[in-house]
């Protein structure tokens, strides 16, 4: 069965084709990050605007490193939400037209729940029952999937998200954005032991907490206890150091609390999902202190796409899960 995946959510215009929801045969992406780069962040009414400018030339591209022509496509995947209202737009009118014109089945899919979907586009062997951490731009959500479309939220965060975090942290040292991969490759030169930073432990809940982490290396920056010139000419900790320091502390309640999770619900696999997943050092303290089995999608599979909404929709059609086209965005709809 192959599925086109149209996502258009946020910042990127994606289109995809994906085989019985694990094997791609195209996965195009057309990226604003440079022009909201100048803004130092997202500009909603840029966003939308963008995404009319590339869905038609991405899906003509996803359609020809297909290799196929609309007879070969058995049904369209498109995000709903959650998202910017604009953005999401975009990608659903554009999915109801083609599905009226070749009469072809919708299904609308949950961003978050494509992100989690991403593994199956690496691993064949996924394993129920899991706990997967979705840590995007917007989200961190720790979930139970006890079968496919089958969850239940354990945590979530009580104010920023983990990538938000990164990308707050990194305008604060003055390291651009998106902040996640600038914080990252930073840190590969810095000290994490340099700043004494806050973490968030929160008891026994599974929730998360990163505005405290981000307060404090705000008020670390300010009170001048961090050197941001590019010279080393002193011995306060550097941008490199303050930007360690920052990823260490919120690597280190993400992997916690999510080995703490999975111990508890006994757990056959971890699964990593999001933008932040796409972090080296995530990826690895994870993978090192786990007991339990974890899995990651691909890097370029965690950030925004299309393949993981369309692997998702395949098991939407497969669980008879077809929208109409009265189907609408739903800016806010929850993680799972
Ligand atoms: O999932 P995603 O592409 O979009 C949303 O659904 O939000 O996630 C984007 C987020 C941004 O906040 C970005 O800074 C973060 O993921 N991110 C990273 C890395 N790459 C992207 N955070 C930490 N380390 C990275 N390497
Ligand atoms: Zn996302």
Known sequence: MKILGIETSCDETAAAVVEDGARILSNQIASQVEIHARYGGIVPEVASRQHILAIIPILQQAMAEAGVSWGDVDGIAVTIGPGLAGSLLVGVNVAKAIALAHRLP???????????????????????????????????????????????????????????????????LGLGYPGGPAIEQAARHGKAASLKLPRAWLKESSDFSFSGVKTALLRLVEGGKVSLAASQGNRLPTRNDAAASFQEAVIEVLVTKTIAAAKERRVKQILLAGGVASNGVLRRWLAENSPI???????????DNAAMIAACGYHRFQAGKIDGLDMDVIPNLKPV
């Open 106 to 172: 919708i299904t609308g899919v949950n961003h978050l729940e494509g992100h989690i979907y991403a593994n199956w586009l690496t691993n064949r062997s996924v394993t129920f029952p899991l706990v997967c951490l979705i840590v995007s731009g917007g989200h961190s959500d720790l979930v139970l999937m006890k079968g496919h479309g089958d969850y239940v939220l354990l945590g979530r965060t009580r104010d920023d998200a983990a990538g938000e975090a990164f990308d707050k942290a990194a305008r604060i």
């Open 293 to 303: 089995p974890v899995l990651v999608p691909e890097p370029i599979l965690c950030t």
